[in-house]
């Protein structure tokens, strides 16, 4: 069965320097992979997704990934962090053809300092 | 309005009780699912349907059952809440391997 893992539970940047958020896969074939947000109280927001195609995926907010396959990796990226981007993170994926269930990573948690 | 909606929003119960937790969608999806959420977790998968005849267990289904009345309503339900179950629950709904949309989550609270 296909795997997410998030390797950093917490991280902490400054607003307004680069975040980069770890996310790894386990599957062989090329996965439908996932990046959702959970802000504190709320339900999960759907950030970005990738399929197939162009392997940089530009979502909402001011959020990206790259898909690397040699790395089983899709890791989020944002430029700029701003307060409001205080969150929880979570990669997810669907393993392909017959699947129906969305794995997701255990989460990071990310704290902005102003 | 949101398109997935979710009842109650917050629910203290006590041990043994019964307990339903109600999802209802306007999205016109046929999937919908249930999870629940506990602190460095994540989320884990409780049931899910492809349509109203199509009702599967998930990856934690002991303790729970789920009713679809409807394309557009999924209830989740706890036949004797245990203190365990005290968790964050989401709905959801996808169209076919596409990205799943969420409620805005029960917080339950099993004393």
């Known amino acids: 069965a296909q795997s997410v893992t998030q390797p950093d539970i917490h991280i902490t940047v400054s607003e307004g320097a680069s975040l980069e958020l770890r996310c790894n896969y386990s599957y062989g074939a090329t996965p439908y992979l996932f990046w959702y947000v959970q802000s504190p109280g709320q339900g999960l927001q759907l950030l970005l997704k990738?399929?197939?195609?162009?392997?940089l995926v530009q979502g909402i907010k001011g959020f990206e990934a790259e898909f690397k396959r040699s790395q089983s990796s899709f890791n989020l990226r944002k430029p700029s962090v701003h307060w409001s981007d205080a969150a929880e993170y979570f990669c997810a994926t669907y393993s392909g053809a017959g699947s129906y269930q969305l794995t997701f990573g255990k989460g990071t948690k990310l704290s902005v300092i102003p | 309005d949101a398109d997935v909606t979710q009842t109650p929003r917050n629910r203290i119960t006590k041990t043994g009780k019964r307990i339903m937790l109600e999802c209802s969608q306007t999205k016109g999806h046929d999937r919908m699912y249930w999870y629940r959420q506990d602190p460095g977790l994540g989320l884990r998968l409780i049931y899910y349907?492809?349509?109203?005849?199509?009702?599967n267990k998930g990856e934690i289904s002991d303790g729970y059952s789920v009713s679809r009345q409807a394309q557009a309503k999924f209830s989740l339900s706890l036949e004797s809440a245990i203190p365990n179950q005290t968790a964050l629950y989401f709905c959801?709904?996808?169209?076919?391997?596409?990205?799943?949309?969420f409620g805005p989550g029960t917080r339950l609270t099993v004393l």
């Open positions: 990738y399929f197939s195609g162009d392997t």
């Open positions: 349907s492809f349509d109203v005849k199509d009702i």
């Open positions: 959801a709904t996808s169209a076919r391997y596409n990205e799943q949309f």
